[in-house]
Nanobody
Framework: VQLQASGGGMVQAGGSLRLSCAAS????????LGWYRQAPGKQRLFVAA???????NYGDFVKGRFTITRDDSKNMHYLQMDSLTVDDTAVYYC?????????????????WGQGTLVTVSS
């Protein structure tokens, strides 16, 4: 499985970005897909997941600002990020195999791509 995340860049606080993840080397239409992020010096955090039926789940810090979608015909999934803050600065990674854990936590089983850097300035 190969993952290619794209769409990152520099944006001012309050702005928007749309991340894309292209997956190849398998079929993923039955998988839960998702996004994680890792800020400098911090652990990788769950951002969003979307199940095969389109149900979305988000990390608590998202607070309605992000929207995850998927297009199984293209083996793609996306993360629309609005109202960005400086705290959203991180490398964003996509994954194509998330498993639900107790307490609403999602565990990423699949491999990682190289990520895409999002930098939000004040």
């Amino acid at each position: 499985v190969q993952l290619q995340a794209s769409g990152g860049g520099m944006v001012q606080a309050g702005g928007s970005l749309r991340l894309s993840c292209a997956a190849s080397g398998g079929t993923f239409h039955e998988n839960t897909l998702g996004w994680y992020r890792q800020a400098p010096g911090k652990q990788r955090l769950f951002v969003a997941a979307i199940t095969r039926d389109g149900t979305a789940n988000y990390g608590d810090f998202v607070k309605g600002r992000f929207t995850i979608t998927r297009d199984d015909s293209k083996n793609m999934h996306y993360l629309q990020m609005d109202s960005l803050t400086v705290d959203d600065t991180a490398v964003y990674y996509c994954n194509v195999d998330l498993r639900p854990m107790f307490g609403g936590v999602w565990f990423a089983v699949g491999s990682w791509g190289q990520g895409t850097l999002v930098t939000v300035s004040s």
